[in-house]
Structure formats: structure tokens, C-alpha cells
């Protein structure tokens, strides 16, 4: 199941996107609000205690020195940095030509890389599953109407969100099976925390649109907390 969620979002997102083309951003912008406060009660709740309980040292005079913040620092610099690239797909924004004769490989690539690294805590934290896909929802459904409405060819769409939907499961079995990744679990899933804590977080300001009081939006972000709290 945890392999099929992330999967399985993605794909409904490109079949809604394709066959029902859905028109109303309002609500794409409500799931994206909901998405991203259930994304980041997760990480605080789940991810970050976890991470913290399993990596910690002391030294002679008994200060607390800990690498995992230096490493969720980085995964939010790297998630920036990763931006640049992705331009902002992986928070619901896409921007490009209005036609397109080929797959955008900086945007590929960089969501491509934003999606593995986001399935490697999955393995042990299994409800992750969960805020990724519902994550991913809304994203696939906003690249996939972009893509269609810039003209970029059907197989080279397919082909795009079938790979995308496959880097979140394949994050997962690499941090199962590669010995690497399992030695140095913490280090990663601090790493992805501050992605993790970086999107989510962008997310949620965006939601509040030039700073105007939103009901509907506000309570989408309080349900993703809730129910993040009971996950």
C-alpha cells in the first residue's frame, strides 16, 4: 500500500486532468492548502521526533550538538535551490511557452528528484504515504492541464507523469534495499524534512492570497492538521 498511494495519486491526477479537464482552480487551490497543512502536521509530528530520538551526541560539558538540523537546513537550501529549476511545480506553479515541442527536462529532472527523495522516509514512517499522495494530487492535475494546454503532445505527457509517479515508491524500496541509504537513514530523513518543511510551508502561505482573510482556505489547513493528528 505504501508503494501504491504516491503511485496511484499521480495517476488519477493526469486521468481527471485528461478526460475531465476540471476548471475550477478554487478548489485545486483548497486541496493544495489542505495537502500541504497535512504535509507539514505530519512532518512535525511524525518525521521530526523520529529523526531527533535516533541521531543525537553530547559532548564533554554536556551540550546538546546535533547534525539533523544542520541537514534539515540543507534540504531546505536544496529544495530552493531545486526551485530555480522546477519552477515551483512542486507547489502548484508551472509557468513556460504557451506551446511545447518537448518534455521540459529541467522540470522533469528536478521533480523527478524532488519525488525520490521524498519516498525514502516512507519505509519507516509508513503514514507519510498518505501526505504524499494527497500531496501529489493536486499537483499531477496542475501539470498535467499545463502541459495539455501547452500543446505538448500526449505520449510525451504520459510518459512525464508515469515516471513521476514512479520516483515516490522508488525512494522507498532504495532506502529498504541500499545499504547506504539505511546507514545513514537520519541524515536522509532530515534532509527530506527540510523539503518537506520548505514545500508545505510555501504552500500554506500562498494560500492566503495578497494577505485576504479566507474562510474556506483556513479551514482546509485546520483538517489537514486535525487529521494529520490522528494519523
Same mark, same amino acid.
Given at each position: 500500500?505504501?508503494?501504491?498511494?504516491?503511485?496511484?495519486?499521480?495517476?488519477? @491526477?493526469?486521468?481527471?486532468?485528461?478526460?475531465?479537464?476540471?476548471?475550477?482552480?478554487?478548489?485545486?487551490?483548497?486541496?493544495?492548502?489542505?495537502?500541504?497543512?497535512?504535509?507539514?502536521?505530519?512532518?512535525?509530528?511524525?518525521?521530526?521526533?523520529?529523526?531527533?530520538?535516533?541521531?543525537?551526541?553530547?559532548?564533554?560539558?554536556?551540550?546538546?550538538?546535533?547534525?539533523? @538540523?544542520?541537514?534539515?537546513?540543507?534540504?531546505?537550501?536544496?529544495? =530552493?535551490? &531545486?526551485?530555480?529549476?522546477?519552477?515551483?511545480?512542486?507547489? @502548484?506553479?508551472?509557468?513556460?511557452?504557451?506551446?511545447?515541442?518537448?518534455?521540459?527536462?529541467?522540470?522533469?529532472?528536478?521533480?523527478?528528484?524532488?519525488?525520490?527523495?521524498?519516498?525514502?522516509?516512507?519505509?519507516?514512517?509508513?503514514?507519510?504515504?498518505?501526505? /504524499?499522495?494527497?500531496?501529489?494530487?493536486?499537483?499531477?492535475? /496542475?501539470?498535467?492541464?499545463?502541459?495539455?494546454?501547452?500543446? &505538448?503532445?500526449?505520449?510525451?505527457?504520459? /510518459?512525464?507523469?508515469?515516471?513521476?509517479?514512479?520516483?515516490?515508491?522508488?525512494?522507498?524500496?532504495?532506502?529498504?534495499?541500499?545499504?547506504? /541509504?539505511?546507514?545513514?537513514?537520519?541524515? =536522509?530523513?532530515?534532509?527530506?524534512?527540510?523539503?518537506?518543511?520548505?514545500?508545505?510551508?510555501? =504552500?500554506?502561505?500562498?494560500?492566503?492570497?495578497?494577505?485576504?482573510?479566507?474562510?474556506?482556505? &483556513?479551514?482546509?489547513?485546520?483538517?489537514?492538521?486535525?487529521?494529520?493528528?490522528?494519523?
Amino acid at each position: 500500500m505504501i508503494y501504491l498511494l504516491p503511485l496511484l495519486s499521480v495517476l488519477l @491526477g493526469y486521468v481527471i486532468a485528461t478526460f475531465f479537464r476540471p476548471k475550477s482552480k478554487k478548489n485545486l487551490k483548497l486541496l493544495l492548502a489542505f495537502s500541504g497543512s497535512f504535509l507539514l502536521a505530519l512532518t512535525v509530528s511524525h518525521l521530526l521526533p523520529a529523526v531527533y530520538e535516533s541521531s543525537h551526541a553530547h559532548d564533554t560539558s554536556g551540550h546538546v550538538h546535533n547534525g539533523v @538540523g544542520f541537514f534539515i537546513m540543507f534540504g531546505i537550501i536544496f529544495q =530552493i535551490v &531545486l526551485e530555480y529549476f522546477s519552477q515551483g511545480a512542486e507547489h @502548484g506553479h508551472v509557468h513556460g511557452h504557451d506551446t511545447m515541442h518537448h518534455i521540459p527536462w529541467s522540470l522533469f529532472i528536478s521533480l523527478c528528484l524532488h519525488a525520490l527523495l521524498e519516498g525514502m522516509p516512507v519505509s519507516h514512517h509508513q503514514d507519510l504515504a498518505w501526505g /504524499i499522495a494527497i500531496h501529489h494530487f493536486p499537483i499531477a492535475v /496542475i501539470l498535467t492541464t499545463f502541459f495539455s494546454t501547452s500543446h &505538448l503532445n500526449r505520449s510525451s505527457i504520459l /510518459i512525464f507523469m508515469l515516471t513521476f509517479a514512479a520516483m515516490t515508491p522508488l525512494g522507498t524500496i532504495a532506502s529498504e534495499k541500499l545499504p547506504f /541509504i539505511t546507514h545513514y537513514y537520519a541524515e =536522509i530523513t532530515a534532509f527530506v524534512i527540510g523539503i518537506l518543511f520548505h514545500i508545505s510551508s510555501t =504552500i500554506i502561505f500562498e494560500a492566503s492570497e495578497g494577505h485576504k482573510f479566507n474562510l474556506a482556505k &483556513l479551514s482546509a489547513i485546520i483538517l489537514g492538521i486535525i487529521l494529520a493528528y490522528f494519523m
